[in-house]
């Protein structure tokens, strides 16, 4: 690399590199803002969409949602999985997943239970602390279903 000998190398040294700078900070700048309208519109995408997810935590915050054929859907609306009538659940590769019984218990696919759901949709944990609520139009089996959203 070159010595700085004089006043005139040690000045484009100094310009390259305040233009170098210039161009960083002017690149980091676009990508921040390139974010936040990013991020802005999928909030507002949720925020639409909410009316539709009917599987909510704790706190009343959308999950998921599930509909009267027994599909279960995250909270972007992508299929995740179903559950039938007997109370099998699948996952979206149509691989059984877990099992709700008709007393509202929710298995997993080996048979160890991961919690309840009770008639009016509030879904409980194995150790009994409520950790959400599902709505699917009264039909236990598909509020078992959906209720294992909340229980993974």
Not at 78 to 86: E, H, L, P, T
Not at 127 to 141: D, P
């Amino acid at each position: 690399m070159y010595k700085f000998k004089d006043k005139k190398n040690m000045n484009v040294w100094m310009c390259i590199c305040l233009v170098m700078g210039l161009v960083f900070i002017s690149t980091l700048s676009i990508i921040a803002d390139f974010n936040k309208a990013v991020f802005a519109q999928g909030d507002q995408t949720l925020k639409k969409d909410d009316l539709k997810n009917n599987v909510l935590n704790l706190y009343g915050s959308a999950l998921g949602a599930v509909d009267v054929n027994g599909d279960i859907y995250n909270r972007y609306g992508r299929f995740i999985g179903s559950v039938d009538d007997n109370g099998t659940v699948f996952n979206v590769s149509k691989i059984a997943i877990g099992k709700v019984n008709s007393n509202g218990q929710v298995f997993n696919q080996s048979g160890t239970a991961l919690g309840s759901v009770d008639a009016n949709g509030n879904v409980f944990n194995i150790s009994g602390r409520k950790v959400g609520t599902v709505n699917a139009e009264g039909n236990i089996t598909f509020i078992g279903g959906a209720a294992r959203i909340l229980l993974l």
